[in-house]
């Protein structure tokens, strides 16, 4: 809306004999019976837009639409101080103009903003209090990352006035009103107490390394961090959103035809099955069977299969976790296996095991027999620059060191090769060579020692980064 310059000069010429008065020690209404309202700056009869912008333009040297006006009248009613630096009057000079800016922006005062002396809520200054602004408010202030803390506990403690894990709270109460009030909100603290659960974030990710997808229960992701000692709960989006936490050297992770979650516990040699809403142990299984679980797969048929490192084969367990039989046994074979990483069903015909020792992947029937080998000397690369050594189509490296297997809703088979850092693609029928994807490197998008593979619904391949909190989600070509 384009203003009048006659009506602006006017205002500023009012306002100059009001300014040398105060000046001087003198209230520009002592000889007044009664406050003076001046929220109609444009002397039209009525407190409205027009007002707020030229209140905008000659106190705030700001554009009207660029004001976080709920940020303002929240300031001037909690501080009186505060609204005469601004415009050297009172508030109640500029009652109806305050009153406009409420119910117009719909604003409204907490008990903690209207205690606040100094608001700080706003720490990046976007004109905003919400979540952005409370992760800076737990790096600066609580020297913690946002997802670990308890926000509601905060809440409580600080309007209590106790100490917030050996703090004082009180400056919090007195600076940060409105980021209270945000936190109240978003996290719904004043809500109905919400159920017990073991599955409160507590730590943050350093090594993770397995990944399974509770896409057809929760639309979550679980991934293990053994150096945590922890199974870590991602949302779809990949928001870190909880923690099974106490376990030993967890590898293995997937989730069973109920739901539940099973971790394959290294250190303490068995599989443990958790419920993935509160965190409860509800079962353990595979005690005095397994060494080393160092993957976990669910069949379509609920039946689970832990493939075991140190014991050289993949123990098969029913849904109700009986074992059932046992896959390969050490040696390098036509059946053997040494150091077995990872198993995948393909078409619930057979049963595809990386071998890890033998630069190989075994090829069983649901009997466990042994069907075939599938081995891998690499591809050259193609229309290859003798000077840089770079190729248009890049070579595939022989097998190294497997370490995770995979299929897409194509029936392609996913090979992850640790040492190479990348994924080799197959037809599990014949195993011809299709294509890879994957490099080495520490930035995003590229893998340093991958651990785990997983094609998402979809599509795309999740891979973890490898020695790192990274999981990177990369196309398939």
Same mark, same amino acid.
């Given at each position: ?53 030229? +209140?905008?333009?000659? $106190? @705030?040297?700001?554009?009207?639409? %660029? *004001?976080?006006? &709920?940020? !303002? /009248?929240? =300031?001037?009613? #909690? ?57 800076? +408010?737990?790096?600066? $202030? @609580?020297?913690?990352?946002?997802? %670990? *803390?308890?926000? &509601?506990? !905060? /809440?409580? =403690?600080?309007? #209590? ?69 922890? *199974? ?75 493939t075991d490192s140190l014991n050289n084969n993949v123990r098969v367990f029913d849904p109700s976790y009986i074992l059932v039989r046992t896959i390969g046994q050490r040696g390098d074979g036509e059946g053997g296996l040494d150091f077995p990483v990872d198993a995948e069903i393909v078409d619930m015909q057979e049963i595809f095991v990386a071998d890890q020792g033998n630069d190989r992947v075994q090829v ?40 995770a297997l995979d299929t897409d809703s194509l029936g392609q088979l996913h090979v992850l090769d640790n040492f190479a850092a990348s994924v080799v693609m197959f037809d599990p029928a014949d195993g011809t060579f299709l294509n890879t994807y994957g490099q080495y490197g520490t930035d995003a998008g590229s893998l340093r020692v991958p651990m785990d593979v997983l094609i998402s619904t979809t599509g795309s ?17």
């Amino acid at each position: 809306m384009e203003m009048n310059t006659s009506i602006y000069g006017s205002i500023r010429q009012a306002l100059v004999p009001i300014m040398l008065l105060l000046a001087l020690g003198l209230s520009p209404l002592t000889q007044a019976a009664t406050v003076v309202d001046r929220s109609d700056l444009d002397n039209d009869g009525r407190v409205d837009t027009l007002d707020l912008e030229i +209140f905008a333009d000659v $106190y @705030l040297d700001q554009d009207s639409q %660029t *004001v976080n006006w &709920c940020n !303002f /009248y929240e =300031s001037s009613i #909690a501080n009186e101080k505060y609204f005469r630096s601004v415009t050297s009057d009172k508030t109640a000079n500029h009652k109806q103009l305050l009153d406009f800016i409420a119910v117009s922006y719909d604003c409204q005062t907490t008990a903690a903003a209207t205690s606040s002396t100094n608001d700080k809520s706003d720490l990046n200054g976007d004109s905003f209090v919400d979540l952005d602004d409370v992760i800076l +408010f737990s790096e600066a $202030y @609580l020297e913690r990352n946002w997802q %670990t *803390v308890d926000w &509601c506990l !905060f /809440y409580d =403690s600080t309007l #209590a006035g106790d100490d917030f894990e050996g703090r004082s709270t009180k400056y919090y109460l007195r600076h940060f009103g409105r980021l209270l009030s945000f936190i109240n909100e978003h996290f719904i603290c004043d809500g109905p107490e919400p159920p017990s659960t073991d599955v409160l974030l507590e730590n943050v990710p350093k090594n993770l390394v397995r990944i399974a997808d509770g896409a057809f229960f929760t639309s979550d992701y679980y991934v293990t961090d053994p150096t945590v000692g922890s *199974v870590f709960i991602y949302d779809a989006d990949w928001v870190l959103k909880g923690e099974i936490k106490a376990l030993n050297k967890p590898l293995g992770v997937a989730i069973d035809s109920q739901g539940r979650v099973l971790v394959g516990n290294n250190g303490r040699d068995n599989i443990e099955v958790y419920d993935p809403a509160t965190g409860e142990l509800l079962a353990v299984f595979g005690e005095s069977l397994i060494k080393m679980p160092t993957a976990i797969t669910v069949d379509g048929l609920g039946n689970i299969y832990v493939t075991d490192s140190l014991n050289n084969n993949v123990r098969v367990f029913d849904p109700s976790y009986i074992l059932v039989r046992t896959i390969g046994q050490r040696g390098d074979g036509e059946g053997g296996l040494d150091f077995p990483v990872d198993a995948e069903i393909v078409d619930m015909q057979e049963i595809f095991v990386a071998d890890q020792g033998n630069d190989r992947v075994q090829v069983y029937d649901f009997n466990g027999n042994w069907l075939r080998s599938m081995t891998f000397e690499g591809t050259e690369g193609q229309n290859c620059n003798w000077f840089t050594g770079e190729c248009e189509i890049p070579g595939a490296p022989a097998f190294n060191r497997l370490q995770a297997l995979d299929t897409d809703s194509l029936g392609q088979l996913h090979v992850l090769d640790n040492f190479a850092a990348s994924v080799v693609m197959f037809d599990p029928a014949d195993g011809t060579f299709l294509n890879t994807y994957g490099q080495y490197g520490t930035d995003a998008g590229s893998l340093r020692v991958p651990m785990d593979v997983l094609i998402s619904t979809t599509g795309s391949a999740l891979v973890t980064a490898g020695n790192s909190d990274r999981v990177e989600d990369l196309p398939i070509p």
